[in-house]
């Protein structure tokens, strides 16, 4: 394997929250078949006023040291206090300094594996290595941020098949999983091939100067979270909108269905702890088909959610951070702060009947039914966004048809969530089609009493792109 070694600088108070990973971020490098020989350097004190250094003071200092090491600073701040930053090469001239930033809205929402990722792929750029160094099947370190979205493991498998159809020799299985994402074919062959000048660090400048030296996170204005309602409650239901609007000059092709269910909507959720996850559907859908995006047009799309890893989206008071992503809009939202109230009264206040609501009351437990029903009573201690969901949840479990169409009646409430009386109305449409009774006339009443807002505009043409009248 071929040596490089690299010391590691770590800025006061940027790894409060986090650990700097040098043995995954050596493993990652091991597997493109370089000893990644890496030292702790001297710690820099953080200016209590202001966290982003005086970076060129940095590299004018670290290029009068021994040029045996490059240098990764890892930081709080870039110079311009930009968020959309992970990290950055910071000598061009000859590849000697880099340095990644704990504050960029990558890492504060997706933590450890965005630093560990940011770490391997500035230290790329000082290898020599470019953003177009990546394949066109899964995603690779040197990927722009914005696009390494796809699920790791995945992508491993992939960059494997990827060597044995090109060069096995330069790619070496992980001995342990890694939260980091692997080096594409083109970049280890680059590795493996380049001469010591256009390797090492502090000996020649960086060869892809037009395509930037940046880690970027594209966060797009166009693409934003809005909440439904102000108010959040512990174990309560989540309910917020997707805005996406091409503010582009020409049309843009984007997934006709966007959401979590279809995998082309990833939604990440930081708890008051500072844990962080990746919200997953119960089920995932395919879906092939296209839409075109007109320039200034906007699709508004809603989502309800309670479930969290191992229960409610929202387990326990305190303050949330959560964003949503659209990585074929190639768009990332700013994150929302949410703050959760403690729930006193009332079923869901009971941590284990939080759990069966979470898992969308598929556990047939009679007990916890009836605890269902007692909660959809006109006297029971529920917010109107809780009511909704759950009269929407009993119905799949509900045989009796007067008993359903009554829930049903709850779920279509004015202040039910957005997503639960799409639910409902499509349930109400599907009864209309079991029945043979649904023609343009009966859809055009439906619409009409049910879909009347700006946010179910999507359903309707989701609704009628399927009919032929």
């Not at 096995?168 to 493996?192: D, E, I, K, V």
């Not at 503010?247 to 082309?264: F, H, K, L, V, W």
């Not at 946010?455 to 792109?465: A, C, H, K, S, T």
Request: aromatic share 10%; proline share 6%.
């Amino acid at each position: 394997m071929r040596k490089v070694s690299i010391q590691y600088h770590v800025v006061a108070n940027a790894t409060a929250d986090l650990s700097f990973l040098v043995n995954e971020l050596k493993s990652v490098y091991a597997t493109s078949g370089i000893d990644l020989d890496l030292v702790d350097g001297e710690p820099i004190d953080l200016d209590a006023t202001y966290s982003a250094l005086d970076y060129p003071y940095y590299v004018q200092q670290y290029s009068k040291m021994d040029h045996k090491y490059g240098h990764l600073i890892i930081g709080c701040d870039d110079r311009n206090r930009r968020t959309d930053v992970n990290g950055e090469l910071l000598d061009t001239d000859s590849r000697g300094v880099a340095v990644a930033y704990t504050h960029s809205s990558d890492v504060k929402l997706n933590g450890q594996s965005a630093l560990l990722n940011t770490c391997a792929h500035e230290v790329g750029h000082m290898l020599n290595l470019g953003h177009h160094d990546v394949s066109p099947t899964f995603a690779s370190v040197m990927n722009q941020s914005q696009e390494r979205q796809q699920d790791i493991s995945q992508c491993w498998a992939s960059a494997e098949k990827e060597a044995q159809r090109n060069n096995p020799s330069y790619f070496y299985p992980p001995q342990t999983s890694l939260s980091c994402y692997p080096f594409a074919w083109a970049a280890r062959c680059h590795l493996n091939t380049y001469e010591d000048d256009q390797l090492f660090p502090w000996r020649s400048k960086f060869d892809h100067l037009n395509e930037g030296a940046a880690d970027r996170w594209f966060l797009d204005t166009s693409l934003r979270l809005e909440t439904e309602n102000d108010r959040h409650i512990e174990g309560g239901v989540f309910s917020f909108f997707v805005r996406y609007r091409n503010n582009g000059s020409r049309s843009r092709s984007i997934p006709a269905q966007m959401g979590m269910e279809y995998d082309t909507l990833l939604l990440t959720v930081t708890r008051p702890d500072g844990t962080r996850y990746r919200h997953r559907p119960r089920t995932l859908a395919c879906s092939h088909r296209r839409r075109v995006l007109k320039p200034g047009e906007e699709i508004i799309r809603p989502f309800c959610t309670v479930r969290g890893p191992g229960g409610a989206v929202f387990p326990k008071p305190g303050r949330y951070l959560v964003s949503v992503i659209f990585p074929q809009g190639q768009a990332a939202s700013e994150p929302v702060e949410i703050n959760v109230e403690p729930r006193r009264e009332g079923p869901l206040a009971n941590p284990r009947f939080r759990k069966f609501v979470a898992k969308g009351a598929s556990h047939r437990s009679p007990r916890f039914f009836r605890q269902l029903d007692e909660a959809l009573a006109e006297d029971a201690p529920l917010d109107p966004i809780s009511r909704g969901y759950l009269a929407l949840i009993r119905t799949n479990t509900e045989r009796d048809p007067s008993r359903v169409a009554a829930l049903h009646k709850i779920a279509l409430a004015a202040k039910s969530p957005t997503a639960v009386r799409h639910a409902a109305v499509i349930a109400q449409v599907k009864a209309l089609t079991r029945d043979g009774a649904l023609n343009k006339e009966a859809w055009v009443r439906v619409k009409d009493r049910h879909l009347r807002r700006e946010e179910d505009q999507y359903l309707i043409e989701q609704m009628e792109g399927f009919q032929s009248w």
